[in-house]
């Protein structure tokens, strides 16, 4: 197709007037122009008189179109809190479908926004992720401890609306969002819509939620001109400046206003417009809805014989599917659960696993669909409360009574355990209704795609532990280990974490991992060296045994011997009598790591949430009391300054 702008037909256009607006406004006020003319032809508006440039904008008024930057309508703030990007994601969803009803929009971190503010908001929807049982993402934290605080004010005049996420998998579920949208109310703000609570799936949730918001209210319900939505698609053919505009019907019923969806390469600047990639450029995507089949290029065992552990390392090929990642994000895995589980819950149910049935608008036999489509390896709060209500199990619902009770009863457990030790009779459809849709395990990449083109790497510790007797497994370290052989191929996906990356090239790096925990330092270390990174890398490392445990070491001594690695301290805690771990191992190089982070160094955390993570940061506050001179009660601020600049970061599971 040509790029030439041929000149228009003879049907009365003023040309003098075209040339003017042509060449006397920006691409930005061009492309609005082309959508308020739209919504002028559409409504049958009449021509201005004058024929001027004016002119055209003199009808304004009389179809409410806005002009670019100018509003008449109430601000929407977007708070969010976010530890890998989730929240941030779902954010930006909602921008994007407020502008397209042509609404003011600002989006915040949690992390940047200033309390002060709250008060003079009007309208404020909060998107707020949930840390492991209850805590408030690090971006959130300051945030969550002043509002539920003394100081936080009165907010009589505020409407706001809460999209929590989190894992039911965790008994304190959207523990942050609830505590959030409580303390919204109790200081006078106005609810939109009931706070919506969503598990790792969250995106269909969303989708609803943000429909709900925006038709809440008159002052979110009204918008400008009736109009279509328009895709930008920056392929070369397209015509006008490399850019096609194509109406997309789909997106324009109930949307007032003519709404640019702009690939985002292309988002920056353009007032009220849906930043959306167009159709074409969006199909065949690899995703979460839709994985990858991988296949498995290659498995080793990295635990040497007699180890207590059984770690693998796993090469899958990504070519041809068109996903890309950095080092620090994490791959999806569709997992299947055990065979042998499969057979335990028939038998505790008592049901027969070659019946067909339909679940979810899918028929197949009950034995296919507890093998791939539901969870039945752990058991959350949401299973119980269901369980307990259909069967009136009276020590079910007193046990749900008891959080420190709870989660002592679901540790270790299944869906088999829970059956067996409270029998009912059920059909069917009785038991699929009680049990969780299979949620995809996240893995940390061990990888960088600038060593390693087209492929990903693994590093998964496999779970298999005695309960009762019997043999238990983790459905998905076990199907990697166990049921998927070279050459087979696993669903994947790609999932972005926002924060968890590598600093600049210049910077230094301090990472702790130990266990499987040193998997995205194998991708960290990787990524600089290709860009031969002038900033020291400095690796903390620890396992059981150094004979057996000492995960990629020949690597990590090759990176020392070309300076990769800057240095290596390694902690093999049943080596000797006394048990040593990473955090002893930080205390012993105090006076080196406060150096290092008084210049600058950023700090990395990977592994264990439970202990391992607490015992690093407090081994982080005892080295700044020391080093600094200046007492606990600094060191503790020292390190929230860290976390806020985002130069102390997890990810801890």
Not at 379 to 400: G, H, P, Q, S, V
Request: aromatic share 8%; hydrophobic share 40%.
């Amino acid at each position: 197709m040509s790029n030439i702008l041929t000149a228009p037909p003879a049907i009365g256009f003023d040309t003098d007037l075209l040339k003017k607006l042509a060449t006397h406004h920006s691409s930005l006020q061009q492309m609005w122009l082309s959508g308020y003319l739209y919504g002028v032809a559409l409504h049958g508006q009449p021509a201005p008189s004058n024929g001027s440039a004016n002119g055209v904008l003199e009808v304004l008024p009389s179809v409410a179109v806005q002009q670019p930057g100018v509003s008449s309508k109430q601000s929407i703030t977007v708070l969010f809190g976010s530890q890998t990007g989730n929240s941030k994601k779902v954010a930006n969803l909602f921008a994007a479908s407020a502008r397209e009803r042509s609404l003011e929009v600002t989006v915040a971190d949690l992390n940047d926004y200033p309390t002060r503010q709250l008060k003079d908001e009007k309208i404020v929807v909060l998107v707020i992720s949930t840390q492991g049982e209850g805590d408030p993402p690090v971006a959130a934290e300051e945030f969550h401890k002043w509002l539920l605080g003394t100081r936080a004010p009165k907010l009589e005049g505020l409407k706001f609306a809460v999209c929590a996420l989190g894992d039911k998998s965790y008994l304190q579920f959207c523990q942050t969002g609830k505590e959030f949208d409580a303390r919204f109310e109790a200081l006078g703000a106005t609810r939109l819509v009931d706070r919506v609570d969503c598990d790792v799936d969250f995106e269909e949730a969303v989708e609803l939620w943000i429909q709900r918001v925006l038709a809440s209210t008159p002052e979110l319900r009204s918008g400008g001109t009736h109009g279509n939505v328009y895709a930008i698609s920056t392929e070369r053919s397209s015509g006008v400046q490399g850019a096609t505009l194509a109406a997309s019907p789909e997106r324009s019923s109930g949307v007032q206003g003519a709404t640019l969806a702009a690939s985002p390469e292309r988002s920056s600047g353009v007032q009220g417009a849906t930043l959306v990639a167009s159709p074409e450029r969006s199909s065949g995507v690899h995703s979460r809805k839709h994985p990858f089949a991988a296949p498995v290029l290659e498995k080793i065992q990295l635990n040497g014989r007699g180890s207590q552990k059984e770690t693998w390392h796993l090469e899958l090929s990504l070519e041809g599917s068109g996903l890309t990642y950095e080092p620090g994000d994490s791959l999806g895995i569709y997992p299947q659960n055990p065979p042998s589980l499969v057979r335990e819950v028939l038998y505790a149910a008592m049901l027969n696993g070659n019946k067909t049935v339909i679940f979810n608008e899918k028929e197949n036999s009950l034995r296919h669909f507890l093998l791939r489509e539901v969870e039945l390896s752990a058991l959350t709060r949401d299973l119980i409360e269901k369980y307990a209500n259909w069967t009136n199990n009276t020590k079910l619902k007193t046990l749900l009574e008891d959080n420190v009770a709870l989660k002592q009863f679901i540790w270790g457990r299944n869906v088999a355990d829970l059956i067996r030790e409270f029998p009912a009779a059920m059909s069917e459809a009785t038991l699929l209704s009680f049990l969780r849709k299979m949620p995809p395990r996240l893995y940390s990449i061990s990888s960088s795609l600038e060593a390693h083109p087209d492929e990903v790497h693994l590093t998964v510790a496999a779970v298999r532990y005695q309960y009762d007797g019997r043999p238990h497994l983790g459905a998905a370290s076990t199907y990697l280990a166990d049921r998927v052989l070279a050459g087979e191929s696993v669903p994947v996906f790609v999932e972005r974490n926002e924060y968890f990356k590598l600093p600049d090239d210049s910077a230094d790096m301090i990472m702790v991992g130990p266990g499987t925990g040193v998997a995205p330092f194998r991708a960290f270390v990787e990524e600089r060296t290709e860009r031969n990174a002038t900033g020291k890398n400095w690796l903390f490392f620890g396992n059981p045994h150094f004979e057996t445990d000492f995960l990629y070491q020949t690597e990590w001594l090759n990176h020392l011997k070309r300076g990769t690695l800057d240095r290596l301290d390694v902690a093999f805690s049943r080596d000797q009598n006394d048990k040593i771990y990473v955090q002893h191992r930080l205390i012993e190089r105090s006076k080196l790591i406060f150096d290092r982070l008084e210049n600058g160094a950023h700090f990395y955390v990977c592994g264990d949430k439970d202990r391992m993570a607490s015992d690093v940061q407090n081994a982080v506050v005892q080295i700044v009391a020391k080093e600094s001179g200046k007492g606990a009660e600094y060191a503790a601020e020292y390190l929230k300054g860290l976390k806020k600049q985002r130069r102390y970061l997890e990810d801890v599971y």
